[in-house]
Nanobody, 123 residues
Framework: QVTLEESGGGLVQAGGSLRLSCVAS????????LGWFRQAPGKEREFVAA????????SYTESVKGRFTISRDNAKSTVYLQMNRLKPDDTAVYYC????????????????WGQGTQVTVSS
């Protein structure tokens, strides 16, 4: 059974930083991509970033480029999202997801999801 468990959310002031973690278990993810989505109140869930596990190829939505960095630690089966220069518009529940590729994560509903972690950025 695939499990994705997020942590690291919290309350931060605008301009601050947070690092989200997603521990993946239940299968080998070497041929998968893991990524982050977010959903703000009253809005649809949106793609944020993804990383292909074996090639380290990454993909970001335009609004976070230059501020967020996705990475992974193979030994810990963990994907990270380093979020810098946070803005109030980044406030959302952040979800970890896994799919077959970074391109697929952007276009097809991923088959695996975590429970989410709340990120709140105050102005």
């Amino acid at each position: 059974q695939v499990t994705l468990e997020e942590s690291g959310g919290g309350l931060v002031q605008a301009g601050g930083s947070l690092r989200l973690s997603c521990v993946a278990s239940g299968r080998s993810f070497s041929n998968y991509a893991l990524g982050w989505f977010r959903q703000a109140p009253g809005k649809e869930r949106e793609f944020v970033a993804a990383i292909q596990w074996n090639t380290l190829s990454t993909s970001y939505t335009e609004s976070v480029k230059g501020r967020f960095t996705i990475s992974r630690d193979n030994a810990k089966s963990t994907v990270y999202l380093q979020m810098n220069r946070l803005k109030p518009d980044d406030t959302a529940v952040y979800y970890c997801a896994a799919g077959s590729s970074t391109a697929t994560l952007r276009t097809v509903t991923p088959p695996y999801w975590g429970q989410g972690t709340q990120v709140t950025v105050s102005s």
